[in-house]
């Protein structure tokens, strides 16, 4: 596949042409917030919390290259996808690029997976292949913020995320939303300052914050501390946490036993269905994941 990677395109600047998860590739994303950062700036990242990418983004924790089945997996099949989006829509012209900068905000940087010439109305479009094991029944948001930062930054109108979720072709137009765009501008600006000025990101709930603040305090002396009225905050979540447990425990089990031998649950509300819970096999007995 051809590479289309102009000096300058639109609003942006070119930055590099480094393969992805190559060191070079990861030397450039210290520089900036790429578009697979923008959702963790704005708590859309259900794996990573924008706590954890501050302490990666200040070399506190190593920022390591992900190498999951999942990840390798969704590489390999990213150019075959590529080829059958452009075998739907032949008189359109497939290119890889580069990595871009944005001239007025040098820290927003854009590596999407492809651009899509349009003769016929003389404009671009932004491609991001996408690939999930389940059908999905709307897109994640942080996918839908990934396309809108590349969007702002390229100076593109249109988008499509296409790929296959559950074995079925998927294709998703994204048009450029200036009201989107702006906030995570500005919640981005917020994030690059507090990298610049080594000042950490508020607190947050999640698992992938706690798992960072854990890396990042190993070391532990024989002595206490008081820690006034956190603690009074700490021993009632607990406590709200072990009745909650037991709340999702029973319905879990309420749940499992209701599917029987199926392997998805779903419920209908105005007659559309919506995945409640699926189940998979760890060891010789079942595990329920409830859908968020």
């Known amino acids: 596949m051809e590479s289309h990677t102009p000096t300058e395109f639109n609003s942006a600047i070119l930055a590099g042409t480094f393969e992805s998860n190559t060191p070079d590739w990861y030397e450039l994303r210290k520089t900036g917030i790429g578009g697979s950062e923008i959702g963790t700036i704005c708590g859309l990242n259900p794996w990573e919390s924008a706590y954890t990418l501050w302490a990666k983004r200040t070399e506190q924790i190593p920022d390591e290259p992900l190498n999951s089945w999942a990840v390798r997996l969704g590489q390999a099949f990213e150019q075959p996808i590529l080829d059958l989006y452009q075998e739907e829509y032949p008189g359109q012209k497939i290119y890889r690029t580069g990595t871009y900068r944005h001239k007025d905000y040098p820290f927003m940087l854009a590596n999407p997976d492809a651009l899509a010439y349009d003769p016929e109305t003389d404009s671009w479009v932004l491609i991001?292949?996408?690939?999930?094991?389940?059908?999905?029944?709307?897109?994640?948001?942080?996918?839908?913020?990934?396309?809108?930062?590349?969007?702002?930054?390229?100076?593109?109108?249109t988008a499509v995320i296409c790929g296959v979720s559950g074995m079925v072709w998927m294709e998703h137009v994204i048009r450029a939303d200036k009201f989107e765009q702006d906030n995570q501008l500005l919640m981005a600006k917020r994030f690059w300052d507090k990298v610049q000025n080594f000042e950490r990101p508020e607190w947050d709930g999640s698992e992938s914050t706690y798992q960072t603040v854990r890396k990042l305090n190993t070391e532990w002396y024989d002595r206490e501390v008081d820690i006034g009225e956190m603690g009074i905050h700490v021993v009632n979540a607990q406590a709200r946490f072990d009745e909650a447990q037991a709340e999702l425990h029973k319905a879990k089990s309420a749940t499992l036993d209701a599917m029987g031998d199926a392997r998805v649950a779903y419920m209908e509300i105005d007659g559309e269905r919506h995945t409640v819970a699926t189940r998979h096999m760890r060891g010789n007995a079942p595990v329920l994941t409830v859908k968020k």
């Open 128 to 157: 991001e292949v996408k690939t999930a094991r389940y059908e999905w029944n709307s897109i994640p948001p942080h996918y839908i913020a990934q396309v809108q930062h590349y969007l702002f930054v390229l100076g593109i109108d």
